[in-house]
């Protein structure tokens, strides 16, 4: 069964931003955001987890055999790359000029 929820589940961070990889394998490495899976809690960095696939021969890959594959890390594992100091910080929210804006905690440039 499917589960039902009130509200859309929301981020600090978005697709494009760049990223520290906190813990696992590829920790310290970073990379842009490519996607977000809202439903698992699991992003996908860039060039980053690569993880060896065996494939079958199929009409997209008509060759086969072992593939390059991207795998997702959990968004815990990730923090936002401060713009200005290149460490890992955290996002906060604060309001300018009447509009809320999203900010880097450790240095306070103001994120777009």
Not at 16 to 32: D, H, N, R
Not at 61 to 90: F, Y
Request: glycine share 8%.
């Amino acid at each position: 069964m499917k589960e039902v929820t009130k509200y859309q589940k929301k981020f600090r961070l978005k697709a494009g931003e760049e990223v520290i990889i906190t813990t696992g394998k590829c920790k310290g490495l970073t990379g842009k955001i490519e996607k977000l899976d809202l439903k698992k809690d699991r992003v996908f960095v860039a060039n980053q987890n690569i993880a060896k696939r065996h494939t079958k021969p199929s009409s997209l890959n008509p060759q086969g055999g072992i593939v390059d594959k991207v795998m997702s890390l959990h968004i815990s594992n990730v923090a936002l790359l401060d713009p200005k100091e290149k460490k890992a910080t955290k996002v906060g929210f604060k309001f300018e000029n009447g509009k809320k804006v999203r900010f880097a905690k450790l240095s306070g440039v103001v994120l777009s």
